[in-house]
């Protein structure tokens, strides 16, 4: 069988890999998208070339031989990317993973080295197949030597053997020495002909066949001017040949019989690809992710019939297991305790009826590390025990250091920390219809191994966070939030049952009538709430224009409606009664149905490890969402009541915070000095937009200016504010353009956050939390796109949550400190809500705006209103 030897050019598809994948890093910090390029690109030719041979060579440094004849050699480069550069050691790691020979010489580069071995194989009647992206190793090609050069990205490649070559430039190998020596290369910093282009190359050479041949025969030239130039140029043309001619004779410290290759070894590059977290290439090569040695097939626990004191020494790590995923009022099914005397499992009745274990489990004295502090907070307040002590939460730790991860399950975490000992709830629990207890010995072992997982990466994810800058987060905002958040949800916030089955009935009435117009307007009765018959009435009966339609029929969404509302008196009838049937649906009925009949009360959950950009949201029920533009919508507020009579409660929120927190992060002089003297940023905008007096901006003027001023961080487009006031994308473009020479350090902080982030590969928030941004060198536009709007507002939309969340953090205090019943309920968006006595009131507006407006020290004052009344509506 003739041998096949393939020769990989390593710097130039490293180069093609990093370049055509978004940048990737690991859950170690480790840049990985040339390393993933360059390995799945591997994968490929090993596959498709079944090679008996191979080598991969490297430039071995910046200068060789022929920076001895062109000092200016490759000159005009760019310094290859940091994040580039560090994964050249990957990549070698890799191909010793799949012994590959690598090769790489003192002032030689990997085309010269290439060019040598080829000629060594051609000579021997090899098959040699090189991989790159640089046309000048077509001068390689001959009868047993083929290129593949990558046209776009690792996968779109060209193979050239002669006929090709002549088939696409109508040249010979040797002659594509002359072509670039005509041409010259950018890339490499070569002059060629100044003037002459790939076009004008290729005529002169089939005219003259050489580059010698055509300045022996310059009078043959046509055109003036290209024989002026060839005549000026002539020196730089015969330079340029001799730098694009490879090297064949270099002086190699190998032979064509050391590079044999026979195959990979499975379970090497297996364990390699689990390392660098290429779990689809570990599926590619039919692996399974492989287990790092900390995994334990067997954990010795004792399961206690008695609790004692030497059981629940400190620090210990505890689990307390709810296996439903709403833990409010839930069964416990167990405890699990681990700790330097020992690893114990707490049946339930047993934990809860133990004096000694309720005395251990409210002592703030004894440190106890977690995973989710919240529900085991709340699911042991519901039992009347005050849980303190908690110094570390797994989850918490894990969500900052990976908050992209969707899932934060303790088995999640433990195997992207390489530490596979706990299964996950769904092995033991099941799911759905199936979800049920296991045997209280397959339970105990279970909660043992995930207190014994949190006992042993909690050192690991603080070491993590250490190096992140991110522990002053951890310890100082996000532990003491969600303990402050456990106390809310399992106080929860009471709700007027009567007024909300009363308000759904009037609902139910007006969506009634509505439904009568509709079935008027339209001469006809259908289901308004088919998009399929609505369809049929609006653009078959009533013959409106269609707008989109989708693979079932006619699109009847809110945006094409919302474009035909002048068309058909109709129209605004559907939108306000979808409007009204989700209000009823969602919100009323959903209320309802959400209310614990023993307290009274719904007990929202707050969502602390979600939000990419560390806002706190909420489910059953989502109170983040209440629609407040209708007056239906605003009036479900006043179903939210004080749970003690002559109560009132309180609404304190932030005044324009994200801008705020622009003007801190960008350093504007001009909206720094607004927010210092107070004035109406809006107004304030408008004036240097518009370039008029205080006086003189009128409303549409203020308008247009509060669109930009909270759409500008969001990247708005001309496109999008043309579409959000209602003006052409020209005049939206000039007026984008007005305002950012208008606050220059705004425009200088979008332009920088955004090369920052494509350097970093993340952003981050005043206090150091992370969103991480590997679409942000994507070559995908709207990839990009998207990735740079997100630098742009991540870090102001973060810190004005991490500013509410301190002074949550801090208003908790505060409440204590002065001995206060008032309490904090509700958290939503930029506001807080809290209950309080009457006479408690005159505190609150001192001590509320005084903690909200000093959390954090900004270079403008922090604003914060209040109202308080009767119900939530009357607070607003």
Do not use: C
Not at 183 to 190: A, H, K
Not at 230 to 238: F, G, P, R, S, V
Not at 498 to 503: I, P, R, S, T
């Amino acid at each position: 069988m003739k041998n096949k030897l393939v020769l990989i050019d390593g710097n130039s598809i490293a180069y093609r890999a990093f370049f055509a994948l978004p940048l990737l890093n690991n859950d170690k910090g480790v840049y990985t998208n040339a390393v993933l390029g360059f390995t799945t690109m591997l994968l490929k030719i090993i596959e498709n070339e079944s090679p008996t041979h191979m080598l991969v060579a490297f430039d071995a440094g910046k200068t060789t031989f022929r920076h001895k004849t062109y000092t200016e050699y490759k000159g005009g480069r760019q310094k290859t990317p940091s994040e580039l550069s560090e994964q050249f050691p990957v990549i070698r790691e890799v191909l010793d993973a799949f012994d590959i020979k690598r090769y790489e010489i003192k002032d030689y580069e990997a085309d010269d080295i290439i060019g040598t071995v080829a000629l060594l194989a051609d000579k021997e009647d090899w098959d040699v197949k090189i991989y790159s992206g640089d046309k000048d190793l077509l001068q390689l090609v001959s009868k047993n030597v083929h290129v593949a050069l990558t046209r776009k990205g690792i996968t779109d490649i060209d193979t050239y053997d002669p006929a090709f070559l002549n088939e696409k430039y109508g040249l010979t190998p040797d002659q594509i020495i002359d072509m670039k020596a005509l041409m010259g290369d950018n890339s490499d910093n070569i002059p060629g002909v100044p003037g002459v282009g790939e076009k004008t190359a290729l005529k002169l050479l089939k005219q003259f066949g050489t580059v010698e041949a055509v300045f022996e025969s310059l009078d043959e030239v046509s055109g003036k001017k290209l024989k002026e130039k060839l005549e000026e140029n002539q020196d730089k043309a015969m330079m340029s040949k001799e730098l694009v001619t490879i090297y064949k004779d270099t002086p190699l410290d190998l032979e064509l019989k050391n590079l044999t290759y026979s195959g990979f070894d499975h379970d090497t590059v297996a364990a390699l690809f689990s390392d660098l977290g290429f779990k689809s290439l570990l599926t590619r090569i039919g692996a399974e992710e492989v287990e790092e040695e900390t995994e334990i097939d067997e954990l010795n626990f004792e399961t206690l019939d008695q609790i004692e004191e030497k059981h629940l020494v400190s620090p210990s790590a505890m689990i307390v297991e709810v296996m439903e995923e709403n833990y409010h009022n839930a069964d416990i099914q167990g405890f699990s305790i681990i700790n330097e005397n020992g690893n114990f499992y707490l049946p339930t009745d047993l934990a809860l009826s133990s004096d000694v274990f309720k005395t251990f489990l409210e002592d703030g004295s004894q440190k106890k590390w977690v995973f989710d502090a919240k529900s085991a907070v709340v699911a042991l307040g519901w039992k009347g025990i005050a849980l303190k002590g908690i110094t570390f939460d797994l989850v918490i730790a894990s969500y900052l250091l990976n908050p992209s991860e969707s899932t934060h399950d303790l088995s999640a975490i433990s195997r992207r920390e390489g530490f596979s000992i706990v299964s996950s709830d769904e092995t033991v629990y099941g799911k759905g219809a199936k979800r049920k207890l296991p045997e209280e010995n397959e339970l105990a072992d279970h909660l043992v191994r995930k207190a014994y997982a949190v006992y042993q990466l909690k050192e690991t994810l603080e070491e993590q966070l250490r190096k992140n800058e991110q522990f002053e987060l951890f310890q100082d905002l996000e532990m003491p939030l969600t303990l402050v958040l456990g106390e809310m949800e399992t106080k929860g916030v009471s709700v007027d049952t009567a007024f909300l089955e009363k308000m759904g009935e009037e609902l139910n009435k007006k969506l009634s009538a509505i439904q009568s117009r509709i079935f008027e307007l339209a001469g006809v009765e259908f289901n308004i709430n088919s998009p399929k018959q609505l369809g049929e009435v609006l653009f078959e009966k009533l013959e409106l224009p269609v707008i989109k339609k989708t693979k079932t029929g006619y699109s009847t969404s809110a945006d094409v409606l919302e474009k035909l509302e002048s068309k058909h008196e109709v129209i605004p009838e559907i939108l306000i009664y979808r409007q009204l049937g989700k209000l009823n649906s969602t919100y009323i009925e959903g209320l309802l149905k959400v209310i614990y009949s023993d307290t009274g009360k719904i007990h929202t959950r707050f969502n602390q490890a979600l939000t990419q950009t560390g806002r706190l949201s909420s489910i059953d029920p989502n109170l983040q969402n209440i629609p407040i533009r209708l007056e239906e919508g605003r009036k479900i507020r006043k179903a939210f009541i004080p749970s003690t009579k002559n109560w009132v409660m309180f609404a304190a929120d932030y005044s324009q915070i994200e801008l705020r927190v622009l003007a801190h992060i960008a350093k504007d002089e001009n909206l720094i000095e607004a927010f210092q003297q107070g004035e109406d940023i809006h107004t304030k905008t408008a004036m240097n937009v518009f370039d008029v007096q205080k006086d003189d901006v009128t409303s549409d003027m203020r308008r247009h200016a509060k669109a930009v001023n909270f759409g500008i961080v969001y990247g708005i487009s001309d496109y999008g504010l043309s579409q959000s006031i209602g003006i052409s994308r020209k005049e939206a473009g000039e007026f984008i353009d007005r305002y950012l020479e208008s606050f220059p350090g705004v425009k200088r902080y979008m332009e920088d956050v955004v090369s920052e982030a494509k350097q970093d590969g993340f952003v981050s928030t005043l206090m150091q939390r992370r969103r991480y941004l590997p679409e942000i060198n994507s070559r995908n536009f709207n990839q990009r796109g998207f990735a740079e709007r997100t630098a742009m507002n991540t870090p102001i939309q973060g810190t004005a949550a991490d500013i509410i969340k301190l002074a949550m953090v801090q208003m908790d205090t505060r409440l204590k400190e002065e001995n206060l019943q008032a309490r904090m309920l509700l958290q939503v968006h930029d506001e807080l809500i809290f209950e309080a006595p009457e006479e408690e009131i005159e505190t609150l507006k001192r001590i509320v705006p005084e903690v909200m407006e000093s959390a954090i020290k900004l270079d403008v004052p922090l604003k914060v209103d209040y109202e308080y009344g009767s119900t939530w509506y009357d607070a607003k």
